[in-house]
């Protein structure tokens, strides 16, 4: 039994019944880190005395008869994005690189509390702004499937992570399809859920109102599994919604017929590589002979969702990350000849091209005399968009459509056009302005063996249903037993 490969439902039942140890499964899972994660550049800082630590701790509750449950003892990825106690938390960043956390995000905490081995921090795009993870101050992070090619962003790194094996899951975030489209190119589930269904204390924010916390994994079930143990309510953050939380995996294998399917015509537009087109017909055909019923719906406002959130996104960014000012905490300048120049040196060393970009951006929108032009008016369109899916949900349960437009890029196609890396987002961005769940599943491979991911997008705190479609389509198929060549 190859260890690593395992998924999170197989491995927590083999913990349960004591067949293999937390130790020994953490140990496995660095050493594989040790060998591969060279290639790929995947974690950020790994956590090895800690884990094995954490896995020492799993092993003898559960030797002493206390089982906390699924994640008890299981190596788990975590996005560099959550603040974690006496860890490093670094967002991706140079202005953050030596930042230790003197707290635990509400995430950070309920994997933890549910017995979760933290084996390490994945990298990201720096602040979460990106597609492709090329971002990060820490370099690239490589496609497990083709190491020529990026993994998606902002959460490659836990994309990548999981999909070589290097963990059995991570949590990402999602702003405007940062959890779904690598999951898309790697080959995995990704799910972002609800917008307030995942508390966001502790995560560091990029845009307040899009940001979203969601797991990623190789199968529906260990998603769901994970989704159990993050979401809920959370008084120390004032989005959190106090909705109750099901057990994500009690209705998985409860079918699927007379599910209403709707496929907007929006999504399937000039310029969509042919085989992602393909392979998401047939799997919406696959949907249909499973008992699902599917009709062609229109989302008419879907054409200005990029534009509205490249707006609306870098506005939130140019003030919640003008606190990385070198003052309280950070990299910090020391050459400067008084404190408006430290501001000025700081930020201007301490982040990267991308980041400044939409920093300016955002500052742009909101100054005086462009606010109503700009920010104002991608408000009225986000409501447009909003009123469009709530329109579609009042005749179909789930809307199918391609996650991404075409399967993974080569590292340093798109870093010098920024519309064209912005538009890899375009059937993502619509689901985090209207704060509904979306999830992305394996559906296919393309010719030269690169992964397809069909997005599934519910209506508001519908997780269930999500999740038992999207599984409902995955064990009737083969994708999720394909391992990348690394």
């Not at 307040?208 to 309510?233: F, H, R, W």
């Not at 989302?299 to 000012?325: G, M, Q």
């Not at 501001?343 to 920093?359: L, M, P, Q, S």
């Not at 080569?410 to 769940?437: H, Q, R, V, W």
Request: aromatic fraction near 8%; include cysteine.
């Amino acid at each position: 039994m190859e260890l690593p490969f395992l998924t999170i439902r197989e491995v927590s039942e083999s913990i349960k019944k004591k067949e293999i140890s937390p130790v020994e499964i953490t140990q496995a899972i660095l050493e594989r880190i040790g060998e591969v994660d060279g290639k790929l550049n995947s974690y950020i800082t790994v956590l090895a005395d800690q884990a094995i630590q954490f896995a020492k701790e799993a092993e003898k509750l559960i030797s002493s008869g206390t089982y906390i449950g699924p994640l008890h003892g299981v190596p788990i990825g975590l996005k560099d994005i959550f603040c974690m106690k006496g860890v490093r938390t670094t967002c991706g960043s140079k202005i953050l690189e030596n930042f230790i956390s003197p707290y635990d995000a509400t995430v950070t905490r309920k994997l933890k509390d549910a017995g979760a081995v933290i084996v390490g921090k994945n990298n990201m795009d720096e602040f979460a702004m990106g597609s492709s993870t090329e971002n990060s101050y820490f370099g690239p992070t490589r496609n497990p499937w083709d190491l020529e090619r990026v993994p998606g962003g902002s959460s490659g790194g836990s994309a990548a992570a999981v999909s070589a094996s290097l963990c059995f899951g991570s949590i990402g975030t999602d702003t405007g399809g940062s959890i779904r489209q690598p999951a898309t190119l790697c080959g995995l589930v990704g799910l972002k859920p609800t917008y307030g269904r995942v508390s966001r204390f502790g995560m560091i924010a990029f845009a307040s109102s899009l940001d979203q916390g969601g797991p990623l994994t190789k199968t529906v079930e260990d998603t769901a599994l994970m989704l159990n143990i993050i979401a809920g309510n959370d008084s120390r953050d004032s989005t959190s919604v106090n909705s109750p939380v099901p057990d994500y995996t009690s209705c998985l294998n409860d079918g699927i017929k007379g599910v209403k399917v709707g496929v907007p015509r929006e999504y399937f537009i000039k310029g969509i590589d042919t085989e992602v087109e393909e392979a998401v017909k047939r799997a919406i055909a696959l949907v249909e002979d499973l008992g699902g019923v599917v009709e062609e719906i229109s989302l008419p406002h879907t054409k200005h969702a990029v534009s509205a959130y490249y707006l609306l996104a870098p506005s939130e960014a140019s003030s919640n990350l003008a606190r990385y000012d070198g003052v309280k905490y950070g990299f910090r300048v020391y050459d400067a000849e008084n404190l408006r120049d430290m501001y000025f040196k700081t930020r201007a060393e301490g982040f990267g091209r991308e980041v400044k970009r939409r920093i300016m951006i955002g500052t742009y929108a909101l100054s005086s005399g462009y606010y109503d032009a700009y920010y104002l008016k991608a408000q009225r369109v986000r409501t447009l968009i909003k009123k469009d899916f709530e329109d579609a949900f009042k005749k179909v349960d789930v809307i199918m459509t391609p996650t991404s437009p075409e399967p993974a890029f080569k590292i340093g196609e798109k870093t010098d056009d920024p519309l064209k890396m912005y538009l890899s987002d375009i059937f993502t961005i619509p689901c985090n302005l209207a704060g509904l769940p979306g999830i992305s599943i394996p559906c296919g491979f393309t010719s030269t063996g690169l992964p397809i991911g069909l997005q599934i997008l519910g209506k508001p705190f519908d997780e269930e249903t999500l999740l038992r479609v999207a599984h409902n389509y995955e064990i009737h198929t083969n994708w999720k037993e394909k391992r990348p060549p690394i």
